[in-house]
């Protein structure tokens, strides 16, 4: 990734990838702070989620290890879908993007300050709803818990990329709903698969979660590195 | 001044000039230069204001100056001046009226001091004192040397202070001609 100097005229100052994605971020953490669009709408999803699957299955505590892995992850990656969505629309409402378009700041300081915005929202739920999970579905890890703290990372990333990523490529079209998850989560579905089976055998202690955590970080190097190339592409196809 | 009916193409000309749109043919230059590397010479108004909605008028200028590489408030202040707000205004933009938002839009195309300033329909939703105000301030830009290409239906309000009418039919560019003995 370039992190060097953009191009500037007229004095300006000059400023790099790195400043301009924090700009971003901070823009967005604002925005957010004010409306809370997206955190609202996913942590009321993510509580639907665990109240309604605790009250249909009550799981015993070994049923509920096995099972957590595949909850915990499809609540995230459902609701991170809805807030990915709100995200981008925000930059659509009164035409914004065009303004970020028209300056010459580069696409991929856009890019990686929505995946960081993102990201930060995603992890900020899964704080707040992982100990809720414990305690609807009776949890305890036999596994080392900074496994756990890894592999949310590691996954949250590798799913918050790609869906930054089709989220702006689909925005838009006219069924952007519709758009993102089916563009999303067939690209997401090896991340996913690691994600449970990770998650599953931290919980359970039977395996090592190893292969799984090195195959998420290289699913989340080759992924961040293509979205970024790419996106400059995406931001500007009309 | 673009003139033209609805859907003669003036604010599709103004995307591609911008760097919005691709041409489907040929290349435009701005002052020698293609769009993308000429972006700090140009200003952009739409219909839309091209602000957000949660933030006020100064964040959403030093947002949008950061990406021009300006760390100082004081050419955003000027600018806010310019357009006839006041800087101190806490108020957030979703709260304006569509009058300030249209200056503020106005603002943030002009902030960065651009010497080519593309404007789409900026006397639309503006009362008539506003309106004279801005135009008072585009005459004096274009006294400073500045390009405006601006589209408006509202010809009156420029008849004394533009150079040049550009009128588009269908994609096309259909007339030209100097401003002067032109009548509103």
């Known amino acids: 990734m370039k992190a060097g100097p953009a191009t500037t005229g007229k004095g300006e100052k000059s400023m790099s990838i790195t400043r301009l994605t924090w700009i971003n971020v901070r823009k967005d953490l604002r925005l957010e702070w004010r409306s809370r669009d997206v955190l609202n709408s996913m942590l009321f999803f993510s509580l639907l989620v665990v109240v309604i699957f605790s009250f249909a299955f009550s799981p015993t505590v070994d049923e509920s290890r096995r099972i957590a892995g595949g909850l915990v992850w499809i609540a995230f990656l459902f609701s991170m879908v809805m807030a990915l969505n709100q995200s981008w629309a925000r930059e659509l409402r009164n035409g914004v993007l065009d303004a970020y378009r028209v300056s010459p700041a580069p696409a991929e300081a856009l890019f990686l300050g929505k995946c960081l915005g993102n990201f930060i929202f995603v992890i900020l739920l899964e704080c707040l709803m992982a100990p809720l999970f414990m305690v609807f579905y009776n949890l305890s890890s036999v596994g080392p818990l900074w496994q756990l703290v890894v592999i949310a990372l590691l996954g949250t990333w590798a799913l918050v990329v790609n869906g930054t990523f089709f989220a702006a490529m689909s925005i838009r079209t006219r069924n952007r709903e519709l758009m993102l998850p089916l563009l999303l989560l067939p690209i997401s579905i090896p991340a996913v698969g690691s994600m449970v089976t990770a998650t599953t055998q931290v919980l359970t202690g039977e395996g090592s979660p190893v292969m799984q955590m090195k195959f998420l970080a290289g699913f989340c190097v080759v992924f961040t590195t293509a979205c970024f190339l790419l996106f400059g592409t995406v931001l500007n196809a009309e | ?184």
């Not at chain 2, 995307?15 to 230059?29: K, Q």
């Not at chain 2, 108020?91 to 569509?98: A, E, H």
């Not at chain 2, 008072?136 to 400073?144: Q, V």
């Open chain 2, 1 to 184: 001044m673009l003139r033209g009916e609805n859907g003669a193409g003036k604010s599709t000309l103004l995307r591609m000039i911008a760097g919005l749109n691709e041409a489907t043919e040929g290349s435009i230059l701005i002052f020698g230069a293609p769009t993308r590397e000429a972006r700090h010479d140009i200003g952009y108004m739409a219909h839309a204001p091209l602000l957000y909605d949660e933030l006020d008028g100064m964040e959403n200028l030093r947002f949008f100056a950061r990406l021009y590489g300006l760390d100082s408030d004081q050419p955003l202040a000027e600018a806010m001046q310019r357009v006839g707000l006041d800087p101190a205004l806490t108020r957030r933009i979703g709260q304006y009226s569509q009058g300030m938002r249209q200056r503020l839009s106005l603002a943030r195309a002009i902030f960065h001091r651009p010497r080519l300033l593309l404007l789409d329909e900026p006397f639309s939703n503006v009362d008539p004192q506003s309106a004279t105000q801005i135009a008072k301030l585009l005459a004096g830009m274009r006294s400073a040397g500045d390009t405006i290409l601006l589209v408006t239906h509202q010809i009156g309000l420029l008849a004394n202070l533009a150079d040049e009418y550009l009128v588009m039919s269908r994609g096309q560019l259909v007339d030209r001609g100097f401003m002067a003995g032109v009548q509103a």
